[in-house]
């Protein structure tokens, strides 16, 4: 297979471009390094389009050696003709190479197989033959009666005979093929009630749920699929048979004799028990992989947007982690996220504790001289939230606070990685550290997370896992690399994202720096053990050297451009505002790189060390608490987007239980998915719709705002 061809159509862009991405791809390279470095090879791809080129050439790949695994086992087999050959060659997809495999598998024991061990695939041939003569099936069947081979009637003959051309029938890849696409074109998923006196739960709306298969949402799908699984839904695929079955007729049926009537009953025996049940199985399956890589892909889009948040910069900042019967763990920690004093306080318990409580919060506030405070969303939060807003307007100097997730902050403290970064700490506390540095650095704290712990999608536990890590790890990756990391104060977990960078390279790195001080340049990395030219040429352009005497190690400019960087200044005698559209194609043929590059060396120039994330809105910071029962109809709220979903988005107001904006409330125009509008971490004007005090519901719209 041409795979620069195949993949340059699928993508819409020129085969070229795929041909170099497969190349860099097979030379080493990773996505990142190529998305940022390599532009002119492939058209300034971003490294999204770059990863799924890759993703699906490793698709096409392991369809190739799949198509000659089958062709080597059909040849061994003795079978191969030039049309088999043919139809390998064809097959685009794996269901029609399996399809032409399915004939020439080893099977276990079926009706067809046992009527062949006694001798019955000569009778199958003969009705097959004569569909269009007066022969009678039972009377032909009449000779291959034999006791000893358990074929004691000619009833029994021919219903062996009928098996095996069902067998035929079923095993034909036409068949399959059309069947197939008749089913997907025409199907109804379906699911019902499991029992008859099934109790009202979230899976209520599934009881009796029918859509076309071409039209089901893929959430829907995933629903259906936990509700089957949990036992509370029956589901499957409805299709009208006539129209397969004509199909099945067209290629079997050629008379019509009393043999043909038979060939017909074999025929409808391979559809109801062969065919449907198996095609039923592919289609759901189908429905569900194409389910799981639009949820991986939202998950995915959430991830990006909530690792992307803009960082709270230079604020020394205290973190509660709230709980009731064990206390609030609070954690402080300065502007570098080092942890200066711990303690544990009782916002919830006795009057008593409550005021010793506000005493050792503002003690703590007044003797480091905190500037935020940080509070996760997890249990008794909103009265941590009430309780801080208490102490807050005690206070001589205005202090703002945020609810931050704490989704997988226990997972963390739980880890070896929390373990080894903060021994002297319980599990709780190293909770409320974690909460305090999501503030300072969602990007820094969230790459120490697995990723799909984060809590920013829907289903992510009934995905396939492999997929999901894998897919969640190259967002991490991409935004890693994005924004770089500072060589001098990078955490291991933080620069095992970097491009080309292996986890013990990381150990290495933060080894040598532990040894011999912070680093002085880039090209120091040469020094660390196990970091070889390759690893620094893909990481380098990624890790920024702040003391750096050369003011380009602390850029975005990779070190193989540091001499372009220097023309560039040179020629433009210091002066980068002259550099324009008029402008840049000259000057890149002058220095010798290409205009995508140079665009790159000029934004870097005029902004070195910047963090891509500076130039988003802040986060929503908060002096006040409300409450839900203060929320009423059309009251008007700003809030931060905290998860975007198929059917809508979730929004933090400020009451602890967030409210959903329905995609049908988002926007005045038609769109097809909320992340068309809005993005985990945007901050929102919304109205109250309707609030449900016992359900804890809380539906807003962005519409007339």
Do not use: W
């Not at 190739?64 to 089958?70: K, L, M, N, P």
């Not at 001798?119 to 097959?128: K, S």
């Not at 960087?565 to 043929?589: G, P, R, S, W």
């Amino acid at each position: 297979m041409d795979y620069a061809k195949v993949l340059a159509e699928q993508f819409t862009t020129k085969e070229i471009y795929v041909k170099n991405i497969i190349d860099l791809l097979d030379e080493g390279n990773t996505i990142p390094f190529i998305a940022r470095y390599r532009k002119e090879m492939h058209g300034t791809m971003d490294d999204q389009l770059i990863r799924e080129i890759s993703n699906r050439l490793t698709y096409l790949r392991n369809l190739d050696a799949r198509r000659e695994e089958i062709r080597n086992l059909i040849t061994e087999q003795g079978n191969m003709t030039d049309e088999i050959n043919a139809a390998l060659d064809k097959a685009s997809i794996l269901s029609e190479i399996e399809d032409i495999y399915r004939p020439f598998r080893p099977k276990r024991k079926t009706r067809a197989s046992i009527a062949k061990e006694k001798g019955l695939e000569p009778l199958a041939n003969e009705i097959l033959e004569n569909q269009n003569t007066k022969e009678i099936p039972l009377l032909l069947a009449e000779k291959y009666i034999d006791v000893e081979k358990g074929v004691e009637t000619a009833a029994d003959a021919l219903a062996g005979a009928l098996d095996i051309i069902a067998e035929s029938v079923s095993d034909n890849p036409d068949v399959r093929k059309r069947v197939r696409n008749i089913i997907r074109l025409n199907g109804l998923l379906y699911s019902r009630a499991n029992k008859d006196d099934q109790p009202s739960n979230v899976y209520e709306m599934y009881y009796d749920f029918s859509q076309a298969l071409t039209k089901v949402a893929d959430h829907r799908v995933l629903a259906i699929n936990r509700g089957e699984t949990e036992e509370f839904l029956k589901a499957g695929i409805s299709v009208e048979n006539e129209k397969p079955l004509n199909v099945i007729y067209s290629l079997f049926i050629n008379g019509d004799g009393p043999c043909a009537e038979a060939v017909k009953n074999a025929c409808d025996d391979a559809y109801s028990r062969l065919i449907f049940p198996s095609v039923e199985r592919e289609i759901r399956n189908e429905l569900t992989d194409k389910a799981n890589e639009s949820a991986i892909k939202v998950f995915g889009v959430n991830l990006k947007q909530l690792l992307m948040q803009p960082p709270v910069k230079n604020k020394t900042v205290i973190g509660l982690d709230p709980g009731y019967r064990t206390g609030c763990k609070v954690a402080v920690v300065d502007k570098t996220g080092k942890v200066l004093d711990t303690a544990v306080i009782y916002p919830t318990h006795s009057e008593a504790q409550i005021e010793k409580s506000k005493t050792v919060l503002k003690d703590l506030i007044e003797k480091h001289n905190v500037d935020l405070i940080s509070i996760g969303n997890g249990t008794a939060s909103k009265e941590t939230e009430m309780f801080t807003v208490e102490v807050l307007g005690t206070l001589p100097r205005k202090l703002a606070y945020m609810v931050v997730s704490e989704a997988g902050a226990s997972v963390y403290s739980a880890s070896k990685l929390a373990a080894e970064e903060m021994p002297d700490f319980d599990l709780t506390l190293r909770s409320a550290v974690s909460i305090a540095r999501r503030l300072q650095d969602p990007l820094a704290e969230l790459v120490k997370i697995e990723p799909k712990a984060i809590g920013v999608g829907q289903y992510q536990h009934d995905m396939p896992q492999k997929r999901l890590g894998e897919a969640l790890d190259g967002v991490v990756e991409d935004c890693v690399n994005q924004v770089g990391a500072d060589l001098n104060t990078a955490s291991a977990p933080l620069l095992s994202h970097i491009s080309g960078l292996s986890s013990a390279v990381c150990k290495n790195i933060v080894a040598y720096r532990e040894e011999n001080g912070s680093f002085k340049s880039r090209s120091e990395l040469k020094k660390v053990a196990k970091l070889g030219p390759k690893a620094y040429e893909q990481s380098a352009g990624f890790l920024r050297v702040p003391g750096s005497k050369n003011p380009l190690d602390n850029t975005g400019v990779h070190p193989e451009s540091y001499e372009a960087a220097e023309k560039l200044l040179k020629l433009t005698d210091n002066n980068l505002n002259n550099v324009n559209e008029q402008t840049i194609a000259k000057l890149a043929e002058k220095i010798g790189v290409g205009i995508p590059t140079l665009n790159d060396i000029v934004k870097e120039l005029q902004k070195p060390g910047r963090d891509p994330r500076d130039e988003l809105p802040p986060p929503l910071l908060r002096t006040d608490v409300l409450d839900m029962s203060d929320l009423k109809e059309g009251m008007t709220l700003k809030g931060t987007v905290r998860n975007v979903i198929d059917f809508g988005a979730f929004i933090d107001i400020g009451v602890h239980q967030d409210g959903l904006v329905h995609i049908s409330q988002i926007c005045n125009k038609f769109i097809r998915h909320p992340s068309e509008v809005l993005s985990v971490g945007d901050i929102v004007n919304v109205k109250v719709l309707s609030v449900d005090l016992n359900k804890k519901r809380i539906s807003l719209t962005m519409k007339d705002i």
